[in-house]
T-cell receptor, first 112, second 115 residues
């Protein structure tokens, strides 16, 4: 079945550092890919998405590119802020389906 | 900005009891979902619901579970006879349209503890 693998956390960075959170997936067909973020005490919020190969999703300075050849969707941000501290989830949905398959989540801690 | 709300935020119940978790999706949304996250594990899809019927469900969503939209605003998940392993955070979500990649908006979750 489908699966999503994320790098283990927590990831601890200083403010203004470069962020990469790795995500790889296994799926049949051509899934859509998502990054969700969960701030403390809140629900999951969509951060960005990409629905086909080579698409780049971007939002709030975060970017991720759908790489079919490496089955990856790594999340990047050039300069993190303390307010980016949260848990980040990579997810996919199979073509035509709505059920999201999530990775295990990566906690990001940004220190001032 | 509209948001999905869930009640209660924390529910404690005895094994074998029935529980109903409640959600109010965003008002003009058409699709509704339940997910759960057992402590330390991944968020898992349970069920999606459209036009008053289940459109997808996972293997987890067995006969112990049911969903209902009892009125125009609420969406509920019922667990008939809770087990210890049902202890988890349950998230409700909704999306606006029939497009499968449409954004799912999540509620803050209900933490269910089964004793």
């Amino acid at each position: 079945g489908d699966s999503v693998t994320q790098m283990e956390g927590p990831v601890t960075l200083s403010e203004e550092a470069f962020l990469t959170i790795n995500c790889t997936y296994t799926a049949t067909g051509y899934p859509s890919l998502f990054w969700y973020v969960q701030y403390p005490g809140e629900g999951l919020q969509l951060l960005l998405k990409a629905t086909k190969a080579d698409d780049k999703g971007s939002n709030k300075g975060f970017e991720a590119t759908y790489r079919k050849e490496t089955t990856s969707f790594h999340l990047e941000k050039g300069s993190v802020q303390v307010s980016d501290s949260a848990v980040y989830f990579c997810a996919l949905s199979e073509a035509g389906r709505r059920a999201l398959t999530f990775g295990s989540g990566t906690r990001l801690q940004v220190q001032p | 900005e509209p948001e999905v709300t869930q009640t209660p935020s924390h529910q404690v119940t005895q094994m074998g009891q029935e529980v109903i978790l409640r959600c109010v999706p965003i008002s003009n949304h058409l699709y509704f979902y339940w997910y759960r996250q057992i402590l330390g594990q991944k968020v898992e899809f349970l069920v999606s619901f459209y036009n008053n019927e289940i459109s997808e469900k996972s293997e987890i969503f067995d006969d112990q579970f049911s969903v209902e939209r009892p009125d125009g605003s609420n969406f509920t998940l019922k667990i008939r006879s809770t087990k210890l392993e049902d202890s988890a955070m349950y998230f409700c979500a909704s999306s606006r349209s029939e497009i499968s990649t449409d954004t799912q908006y999540f509620g803050p979750g209900t933490r269910l503890t089964v004793l």
